[in-house]
Each structure stands twice: as structure tokens, then as C-alpha cells.
């Protein structure tokens, strides 16, 4: 063998090592629902901010960003280990590292440990004891209480297990003043009243997977129409509810004008989902209630801000 052909070998084994270890990468990055993880950052560190007429400090907002993303990141790993044999009958949910066989539960869950760990050991260290017990109370809502309790007993699993994903904005608001103010249970509520319009709008064109994973989610116990009027009626909740913060000076003008501007378009799509149903007009009510929710809080910030 020439030491040309050596080094052409050394180099296959580099290159397939690496194309391993890249694979594995993304296989773990995917077990944390990174886009969820995303939103769920994004409200925590708007109600880091709103807690302080003045700028987070720096290593604060670094460490509780952190944090926090690393325990949501392990909560959705949890979230995948429960879950695989629905999520591999499931068209949404078939491309997940688990059920394609890319990583095994062992590995997912000492995975979801050492996340989960390493977040929690950063809000305690960095951060404040009460963000870290409140993110572990919220780790246990989702991975324990929603996905194996609640999932699969009741149809009400995502407004009671909804409490579990409303609580970043609280979060990040503990991070900052060490307490839990109205103004944190306002921004608490919103995200409440939001969450049972947002998935029942995916449930609503995902009925038949649901069904056949067995899942008694509201459209497949209570039939369609009854769901449309779920999401109408709580749109009309959460839109008293986004009113709230403007009640007890909060919030100004510039945030009152984007509630009633998104809260308008919101209640649209639901009066239109409840009086003519299809499963397009559903589907893009989901997307648009999770642009609803960035905007709104998008809002909050800037005129918090603009305020001082």
C-alpha cells in the first residue's frame, strides 16, 4: 500500500467521521423542537426586559437565555423519548430523530439530563434560585404532567398542560427582579388564553393522524364544529386578556393600537374558521397565531421602551 493510498484512506476515515459526528449533531439539535424552543426564548427574554425601565445586565441575560433555552431544549428531548411511537404514526411528527432510528432513548435521555442539568445549574448559578426552581416546576409541567399525564387522558390536555408552556415571560421576569409581579401574571395570562386557539387550529387539519395515534384531542372527542367554537371562543378570551396590561398601565398607547390591530385579525380568522371550515383556512390560522404572539410581544417591548 502507497503512502498515497495512506493518506487518501486517513482522509475517507476523517471525512465519514465528521459527516458522523455533524449527523449526530443535528439529530440532537432536532430533539429539542428548536422552533418552539425559539418562541418560548423569545417571550422570556421580552419579559427579562419588561421588568426593568433600564437594560438587563449583560451576563443576566446571557446566563437566563441560556438557561432557560437549555431546559425547554431538554423538556421537548422528553417531550420526543415519550412520544416516538405517536410521533412515527404521525406524517407531522414522522421525521424525528427517534422514530428515524438517528438516536436511541438512552441517548435521548441522557441527553434531555445533561440539557436539562447544565440550564439549571446556569439559572442557579448566574441567575436566582427562584428562576431556577420556577424553570424546574415548569420542566416537570411539560415533560411529566402534560406529555405522560394529561396527553393522553383528556381533551382539556392543552389548556390545563397550557399552563406549563405560558410560563417563559415569567421566567425571564423572575430573572431580573427575583419576584413574580401581576405584570409577570398578566404576561403569564396571555400566552394562557393563546395557547388552546393555536393548537386546536392544528389539530383541528391534523384530526385523522391524531385519532389514529390514539390521542383523544379535542376535535377527535368532540368533533369539529364543537372545536371551532372552542378556538372562537377562546380568541375572544385572549383578546380581553392582551387588553389587560393597557387597564393597569403596563403598557401605552403604541402597545394598546398592536393588541387591538392583532386581536382584530385573530378573532377574523376564527369567526371565519367557526362559520366556514376548511382545512387550509386552519392552517393558516396556526401560522398566523404564532406570528400573533412574536408581534405581540414584539409590541410590548417597543413601547415599553418608548415609554421611558
Known sequence: MTANTLISASARNVAQRATTIARSARAYYALTKPRVVSLIVFTAVIGMFL??????????????TAGIALVAGAAAAVNCLVEQKIDAQMQR?????????????????????ATGGAG???????????TMWLTLATFVGYAIVYTVLLKPATPQNIVIGGAAGAMPPV???AAVTGEVSTEATLLFLIIFAWTPPHFWSLALYRVEEYAKAGLPMLPVTHGKEYTQLQVLLYTIILFAATLLPFAIGMSGWIYLAAALALGAAFLLYSVRLYASYSDALARKTFR???VYLAALFAALLVDHYLAF
Do not use: C, D, K
Open 51 to 64: 421588568a426593568t425601565p433600564a437594560m438587563v445586565p449583560p451576563l443576566l441575560l446571557i446566563a437566563a
Open 120 to 130: 439549571l445549574w446556569l439559572l442557579a448559578q448566574y441567575v436566582n434560585p427562584l
Open 171 to 173: 421566567l425571564g421576569w
Open 288 to 290: 398566523f397565531s404564532i
Open 93 to 113: 411528527t414522522r421525521g424525528r430523530p427517534l422514530p428515524r432510528g438517528e438516536l436511541t432513548s438512552l441517548q435521548t435521555l441522557v441527553f434531555s439530563g
